[in-house]
């Protein structure tokens, strides 16, 4: 990475951090909007690379299919069940009209974008939301929130330098040429160790087993949810989602890690919290 990509990734990252903070204390229709925007994006991003293949994703009804998701996620409405035949019925019907390339990779990568992304991001808000809405214990979903984001911005950057430093044993080669075992078990341990700085300072409400659980999701599940958009990108040929974010790249780029984490860390609150 060029000097230049560097100092515009430091900038970037100097204004984008506290807004993101921000947003996930407060919670509420702050941080909904907020995942929502990062949602409806990645989707279009997403949109964009697979259409690389021939894939033509009904991008205006895969919109709609995330926002019921993201609101569904806080204010239910119905089942999921209920949600799938109505989009599915919906999504075939306009293929009937469409006539735009193939049915089944259009139905098939609209139906992985919606629910890839709409569901993981669903989770973002399903973790703010975890604790009751009555004073201080709203509080407490946005301070995990932000741990994990730090948790996951630690882990990227231990990786990367730490692979920078180290590495000499490819992790994934076919996927992400410049990943390395030694960067990976970097940022999962910093993951973790980041987790228990955190806890005396943020996370008090969390015992030592939650924080070092949730250290290991983040640390491992993160890492999986990268290579899986390189993989994405790769199988599209190219390096970026997008060129929205200087220096980063794009939107699904930026947030791929954490939309991976957020589910596992959802189920783990849900089933032993």
């Known amino acids: 990475m060029s000097a230049g990509n560097i100092t515009k990734r430091v900038l970037i990252s100097v204004l984008g951090i506290p807004l993101i903070i ?39 009804l895969g919109f709609l299919g995330i926002i019921f998701l993201l609101i569904n996620q806080v204010n239910y409405i119905f089942d999921m069940y209920s949600f799938l035949v109505i989009f599915m019925l919906l999504l075939t019907l306009f293929e009937l009209f469409r006539n735009n390339g193939s049915v089944i990779y259009n139905v098939g990568s609209t139906l992985l974008g919606v629910f890839y992304i709409g569901l993981f991001a ?29 948790g996951i911005w630690v882990c990227d950057s231990a990786a990367f330098f730490g692979g920078t430093a180290l590495g000499k044993h490819k992790l994934f080669p076919r996927v992400s040429p410049n990943k390395s075992w030694e960067g990976a078990v970097f940022g999962f341990l910093f993951a973790i160790i980041s987790m228990i700085l955190l806890k005396p300072v943020l996370l008090n409400f969390l015992s030592w087993t939650n924080i070092i659980v949730i250290g290991i999701i983040i640390g491992s599940v993160g890492q999986i949810g990268d290579l899986i958009e390189s993989l994405i990108k790769r199988d599209a040929g190219v390096k970026d989602s997008s060129n929205l974010i200087p220096g980063h790249g794009g939107i699904f780029d930026r947030f791929d890690s954490i939309l991976f984490t957020a589910p596992v860390v959802l189920l783990y609150l849900k089933f032993f919290l």
């Open 22 to 60: 921000a947003v996930c204390y407060l919670g509420s229709a702050y941080f909904f909007t907020f995942v929502l925007a990062v949602a409806l994006i990645s989707f279009y991003e997403y949109s964009m690379l697979v259409k690389v293949k021939g894939a033509n994703t009904n991008t205006w």
């Open 122 to 150: 669903g989770s973002l808000l399903g973790i703010r939301e975890f604790f009751p809405a009555i004073g201080e214990l709203y509080t407490r979903g946005g301070l995990l929130i932000i741990s994990i984001f730090i």
